[in-house]
C-alpha cells in the first residue's frame, strides 16, 4: 500500500506537514 512513489520513511504527505513517517500517518 503506496502512494505516488512516497516511500514508509518518508515525511507524510497526507498529514498535516506533521513530520510523521509515512508508515505512521498512511498506513494506519
Request: with cysteine; proline share 7%; charged share 30%.
Amino acid at each position: 500500500m503506496t502512494l505516488k512513489g512516497t516511500g514508509r520513511n518518508d515525511p507524510c504527505p497526507c498529514g498535516s506537514g506533521s513530520g510523521k513517517k509515512y508508515k505512521k500517518c498512511c498506513l494506519e
